[in-house]
């Protein structure tokens, strides 16, 4: 397997456009996770799936961010409008469902850039 | 809920020095627990776990021992070399995977 895929690398928008990341996670694993990571406030969790489904959205800043998951093989984080705090890497990261805790597989993350 | 505390970097040392850094968490419920690496430009890999309370996790001389009664899970290693420069993060997996702020070390020649 790849790993998780995530795209695009880097991203420079303007701000109030629509920004949209993606994410493939390791065919058969049953969690997604969205961070975000910023040197203030770390890695962020933002979001999480199981089977497809969102469990915790808790961590979403706002309603200008939503994320998806419409099949097991892919995810969408979308921000809309975009603003320059927004400015962050984001990462996606996939896990096999294990009632101990497993070890969380991450993209190599999307470097958002909004001016 | 539940959270993870590690201390504030940077953290310089010399070639063949010790290294600790410190973890504790907070949680409901009974985690296992990781250390996480992250070179740069790149995502985190997992350096080591342990699952249970008294479980000593260990890769690369790096080594982590779980307890449960001062909610801690410190990283060590004996001699740190300059190729282990980089951000640690602790984290734990209760119902969800939950990590602290990073820990940048950099190891000088």
């Known amino acids: 397997d790849a790993g998780v895929i995530q795209s695009p690398r880097h991203e420079v928008t303007e701000m109030g456009q629509e920004v949209t990341l993606r994410c493939k996670p390791i065919?058969?694993?049953?969690?997604l996770f969205w961070y975000r990571q910023t040197m203030m406030r770390g890695l962020e969790l933002l979001i999480y799936?199981?089977?497809?489904?969102?469990?915790?959205d808790s961590g979403m800043p706002e309603d200008r961010f939503s994320a998806k998951m419409p099949n097991a093989s892919f995810s969408t984080l979308k921000i809309q409008p975009s603003e320059p705090r927004d400015s962050a890497v984001y990462f996606c990261?996939?896990?096999?469902?294990?009632?101990?805790?497993?070890?969380?597989?991450f993209g190599q993350g999307t470097r958002l850039t909004v001016v | 809920g539940d959270s993870v505390t590690q201390m504030e970097g940077p953290v310089t040392l010399s070639e063949e020095a010790f290294l600790t850094i410190n973890c504790t968490y907070t949680?409901?419920?009974?985690?296992?627990l990781f250390w996480y690496v992250q070179y740069p430009g790149e995502g985190l890999q997992l350096l080591l776990k342990?699952?249970?309370?008294?479980d000593k996790g260990s890769n690369k001389g790096f080594e982590a021992t779980y307890r449960k009664e001062t909610t801690s899970f410190h990283l060590e290693k004996g001699s740190v070399q300059v190729s282990d420069s980089a951000v640690y993060f602790c984290?734990?997996?209760?119902?969800?995977?939950?990590f602290g702020k990073g820990t940048r070390l950099h190891i000088l020649p």
């Open positions: 799936f199981n089977n497809n489904v969102p469990i915790d």
């Open positions: 065919s058969g694993h049953d969690y």
């Open positions: 990261a996939s896990t096999p469902d294990s009632p101990w805790g497993t070890e969380a597989f």
């Open positions: 949680a409901t419920g009974y985690p296992s």
């Open positions: 984290a734990l997996w209760d119902d969800k995977i939950i």
């Open positions: 342990a699952t249970k309370a008294d």
